[in-house]
């Protein structure tokens, strides 16, 4: 499958590249720490969408269950949850 010519797993592996370069960086000092936060959570919940999306379209159009989808949306979610818990601790 493919989005304006670009084959669908790019997709996920640029967003949970992106996730885990920011990660590590946050874990350099605190005032990177707190600016990069927001960051990973956006992407975090841009994925949890596309990842729904996903699923969605497998389960009702092509009415198939993939593993490694419903796995990604399930890493998906935690994310959002992990970095949303984040983003409430440092009062943003």
């Known amino acids: 499958s493919k989005i304006l010519t670009i ?4 997709f996920g592996l640029v967003g949970y590249s ?3 370069a920011l990660s590590f960086l946050k874990t350099l000092n605190q005032n990177l720490s707190r600016k990069l936060i927001k ?3 956006y992407i ?4 949890l969408i596309f990842s729904s999306y ?3 379209v497998d389960w009702f159009l092509i009415k198939a269950f993939c593993q490694y989808c419903f796995f990604c949306l399930l890493i998906m979610t ?3 949850v992990v970095s949303k818990q984040e983003v ?3 009062g943003h």
Do not use: D, K
């Open 7 to 10: 084959p669908v797993p790019v």
């Open 44 to 47: 975090s919940f841009l994925g």
């Open 78 to 80: 935690g994310l959002v």
């Open 39 to 41: 960051p990973i959570f």
């Open 54 to 56: 996903n699923n969605l």
């Open 18 to 20: 992106l996730i885990l």
């Open 88 to 90: 409430n601790e440092l």
